[in-house]
C-alpha cells in the first residue's frame, strides 16, 4: 500500500509539473474541435501561451529565474524549428499573422513547455545531482547535440555517436528524487530516455491535433516514427543540462553524497 501511495503522490506532482505542456496540448485539441471566429489558429494559441506563461511567474508557480531560462528555450526551439522547416522535416500548413518563415510563434513554447516542466518538477521533487561532470563537460556535449541537428543536413549524422558519448559522460551521474519525505535515485540516463519516450507519445498527441505535420502526415495521420524518439532524448538532454548547469551556478541541487533509495 505505502508503494501504492508513493506512485500516486509521484504521478500528482508529475501532473502539476506538466501544467504547461497540458494547457497547450487542451488548447490544441479545443482548437481542432471548435473553429475560433476571427482569428487565425496558430494566433489563438499563441495568444492562450503568452497568457499561461504570465500567469505561470505572476501566481508564482514559475519564479523569474526560471523564466529567463524557458525564454531561452523559447528561443532555441525557434530557431531549430525555422531551420527545419526551411528543410522541410515538417510544416506549419495552416494560416497565421504571427508566422515567421512559414513558423508561427506559438511553436517556441512548446519546447519552453519542455523547460517549464523541468523546472516545476525540479522544484517539486527536491532534485539534486549525484556526481555531476565538470562544466568544461557538460557545456561543450550539450552545444555538439544541438548543433547536430542542423549539421546533420549538411555532413554525417552523428547522433548515435552523440548518445554513446552520453553514457560515458554520465556513467557514474544520479538523480536523486524526494517523493513523500523518502528520497530516490535512479541513473541520470535513464531518466533522459524516459522523459524522451514520454515526449515522444507527447509528439503523436500534438501531431493528431494538428500542431505541425510531417510529410508522412500530410495525406492522413499517422503515428511518428520511433526513431523520433532519439531526437527528442537528445533534446531533453539539452533541456536538462541547461536547467542543470543554471541549478548548479546558483549553488544549489548539487551533492557528491548519495543516501538515497534506489529506483
Known sequence: MRALKQFVHFGFEQALSCLFPVVIFASLAFTQIIAI???PRYDFLLIICLLMQWWMVHSGLETRDELKVI?????????LELFKVHMGSWSYPEEGYFKIFGVPLYSGFMYASVASYLCQAWRRFKVELVRWPPFLVVVPLAAAIYLNFFTHHFWID???WLSGLVIIVFWQSWVTYE???TRYRMPIALSFVLIGFFIWIAENIATFFGAWEYPNQTEAWSLVHLGKVSSWLLL???SFL???TLKQVKGKNYTTVDTSHSL
Open 158 to 160: 552523428v547522433r548515435w
Open 37 to 39: 471566429p476571427f482569428i
Open 179 to 181: 517523493v513523500n519525505g
Open 242 to 244: 541547461i536547467v542543470a
Open 236 to 238: 531533453v538532454i539539452v
Open 71 to 79: 525564454t531561452l528555450f523559447h528561443v532555441i526551439g525557434l530557431i
